[in-house]
């Protein structure tokens, strides 16, 4: 019994000794790939003098300069539409015709009306005049005690009554005369005539449809001319990109319809008012609209076209710069430790502040320099302090350089074809 108790008692100790080391290989294992993960693979490029233009992008669609919506004034049924979408109109040529029966019948009811008053201010002139003649003679009379006190005032009550009929009529012809120049408008409003040459673009309307004036509704859009030949490119810019935008920019602006071909154009006008979509909730966008005009026309615009622009905003010639990856930003409590594990006192003053860096490399090693940036494009961002042309700075990996880069961090220098093969 004491044999086998030994035996099992050995057997327990060998296996607990092998399986002590294999976790002692595990834990070497697991130091040694970490040993080798503290290497961070990265490219560097040199900083260099370049040409930056910083841009702004937007989207939007073609839209005339110049349009007007047709909005008949009065209601009625269409009894002439001698247009069609696409025709060009000249100045002042007939778009449409309203039935007009109805405002004509009210014209020459209000004509008659207004014969008959002035017929009717006649015979009170007559009268008036002869009243006025015998309120005289009896004034005369009265003066030589030809004629009584009562006498005068009897024919002067007849005066005054004959003088206002007069005037009573007078005023019915002035109102009947206001009246008549509104139906004479109303009837005239029947028939409307193109404002401007120009193309329909736009045609919501046909013969024999009934329209809404607009005198005390938002009346019928019956059709939009527009002048085809200066169109715009009406885009959508961001808050925060629109204080970037001034008046004279230049823009590429990129037309679906064109493929890949651009235009030329500049900012003719910017927005004072927000468009905010999305009202409060997490996806509220405000955007202020922004026109461009084309220096570059091709007679295919058309109104609706969706576009996308490019706006350049400003552009600087021989700045320093860098690719616009390699600038990171980090807080000061992140980058406490040096290479060598010691706090950098001069970083703890500073408290914890958000700070742009960008990471050299010298003797394989990592070292974060505070930079000040400028302007940008899509490529490349501009350095205003902190660096020297010709400096190697780090460009990647982006996880590199916005997570496993600190200073003193080794580094091994690869390129990126290398880097790319390996992925």
Known sequence: MANGKQKKSKKKVMIFSIIGVLVLILILIAFLGSKKDEIVPVQIEKASIRTITQSVTAT??????????????????????PVK??????????????????????????EAGLNSAKATLAMNKAQLDKVTSDYNRTKELRAKNLASDADLEAAKSTYLSAKGAYEGAQAQIAQMEAALKVQLDQLSKTTIYSPMAGTVSQLNVELGERVLGSGFSQGTNVMTISDLKSMLAVVDVDENDVVLVSTGDTARIKIDAFGDKVFRGIVYQIGNSAQTTGTSTQDQVVNFEVKLKFLDFDDKFRPGMSCNATIETKTLHNVLSVPIQS?????????????????????????????????????????????????????????????????????????????????????????????????
Do not use: W
């Open 60 to 81: 939007g669609t073609l839209d005339p300069e110049f349009k007007v919506a047709i909005t008949p004034e009065v209601t009625g049924e269409i009894v002439e539409l």
């Open 85 to 110: 979408e696409g025709d060009f109109v000249q100045k002042g040529q007939l778009l449409i015709r309203i039935k007009s029966d109805a405002y004509r019948a009210q014209v020459q009811q209000s």
């Open 327 to 423: 600038v990171t930003a980090r807080s000061n409590m992140m980058e406490m430790k040096d290479g060598s594990g010691q706090d950098n006192q001069k970083k703890k003053d500073n408290g914890n502040k958000i700070q742009e860096i960008v990471f050299a490399v010298n003797n394989n090693k990592a070292k974060s320099i505070n930079v000040k940036t400028g302007i940008s494009d899509d490529n490349y961002i501009q350095i205003t302090d902190g660096l020297k042309p010709g400096q190697e700075v780090v460009t990647g990996s982006y996880k590199a350089i916005s997570t496993d880069l600190h200073d003193g961090s080794d580094v091994r220098v690869e390129n990126k074809n290398k880097m790319f093969s390996n992925h």
